[in-house]
Structure formats: C-alpha cells, structure tokens
C-alpha cells in the first residue's frame, strides 16, 4: 500500500493518518457529495484503495466510486441499515470489500469467544449485551454490540431473549461485554479499549490485508483465519 484514499476526518480519520506507515500516502475527505466525487475518483486513480470510516450517508457515494475505479473498499463505519449492507453484498463480487463495525483485532477474538459459549449453553441462559462510549456517539446500541448479537443469533440464541444496554459519557473508546447469566452462575466476556489508536491501527492492518486480495466480501475473521 503506497497511497489510500480515506474518508472521514474525525478523531478515527485522524488517527489513522497519524499511524499511517512511514512511506504511506494518504488523500483524506471528510464526506462525499455531489460537489466533490468528480476530484474523489480522480484521486482514486492514484490510490490502492478506500478506507471509509465516516458516516452512513457517504457509502453511496464512496462505494461507487470505488466499484467504477476497480478499487477496495475497506468500510468501518457503523450505524449502517439493510440497505447499505445490501450495496456492499452486491459490490463483492467486483471488487474487495471489508466491512467491520468495530476495527480492533481484540473484538474478533471476543466474537470467537462468544460464539464458543452461547452455543455451549443454548436457551438455557439469560444474554445481555452491554456497551459504553463516548458521549458524542450517535448510535445505540453500538454497531460492535449489534454485531455480537448477531453472533450469538447464529447458534440459533432467540433474538427476543437478547438484551442490549447502552451507556454514553466522558471520553471512553469503547467497552464491550457479554454477559451470560445461567442458574447460579455468571460467564462475563469483555474487551475494553483503552485507546482509540486500537481502531486505526487495526482498520490499516485491515486495508493493507484487504487491498491484496480477490474480489469478494470480507471480515476481520478472513483476514485472521479464525
């Protein structure tokens, strides 16, 4: 990776510009629309990929783009609906795609690790999913929290039983945890962030991964073959 377009310029865009490799390029936008795609496609002519870390309503226009370049579009933005889950499905089989709620290599792992214990238990367990950030994030329950939901739905876990809470202040990154409540006994399955660099490091590892593969849709659990 020589040079990578990236979109969004908050403190996840900025952050990853500052961890960017020595000898990386990187063309940054804080959002796409009609005023500014003509310069962003041109960009992507000299660009190995995307790396979109913005927000929801950018997708259309980023994906597009990338899909008309021939480029990866690695995506870490959350809040997304069907539909934009829908666009990236029909852009894999162009182009790489990568989508991930949460970038940091940690929360695969606890995904894993989830999976592992609700398929233990079954229906025999109460589920609650709990979550903090800073108070400036939008979404709730966060995109990661939904994720692991998702997680847990696939071992056939009711998604009526699933419970979600969500705490937002102060300045924190982002906690995450899982918490099995069976009988007598409790598992509790955590990943705390203690710096946001975690996501942008792990968003390009992500990219670097992404824009040497295949067309195809991908995830974190592709690129660490767990």
């Known amino acids: 990776m020589k040079t990578v377009c990236i ?24 959002r796409l629309n009609a005023g500014n795609i003509d310069l962003f496609v041109q960009d992507l002519q000299i660009c190995d990929g995307v790396i979109d870390i913005s927000h929801a309503d950018n997708m259309k226009w980023a994906l597009d783009a990338c ?39 940690g929360i695969a792992v606890l995904k894993k690790a989830v999976a592992l214990v609700a398929k233990a ?13 800073h ?3 939008k979404d709730a329950p966060s995109g990661t929290a939904l994720e692991l939901g998702k997680v847990i739905e696939q071992t056939e876990y009711p998604q009526s039983m699933l419970n979600f809470t969500s705490l937002r202040g102060g300045n924190v990154p982002g906690e995450h945890t ?28 992500a990219a670097q991964w992404l824009f040497k593969q295949p067309p195809g849709l991908y995830n974190l659990d592709s690129m660490l073959s767990i």
């Open 7 to 30: 979109v969004g310029s908050g403190r996840m865009g900025s952050a990853i510009v500052a961890l960017l490799p020595d000898g990386i390029k990187a063309r940054q936008y804080s």
């Open 178 to 205: 899982v918490h099995f409540f069976q009988g007598d006994e409790t598992i509790r399955l955590s990943h705390e962030c203690l710096n946001r660099n975690v996501f942008a490091d792990g968003a390009i590892k």
């Open 67 to 105: 899909i008309k370049a021939k480029r990866p579009y690695m995506c870490g933005t959350t809040g997304l609906e069907k539909a934009h889950f829908d666009r990236l499905k029909v852009a894999g089989p162009s182009i790489p795609v990568l989508y991930a709620a949460n970038t940091s290599l």
């Open 121 to 133: 238990f079954g229906q025999n367990v109460d589920i609650t999913i709990s979550e903090t950030h």
């Open 135 to 137: 108070r400036l994030k």
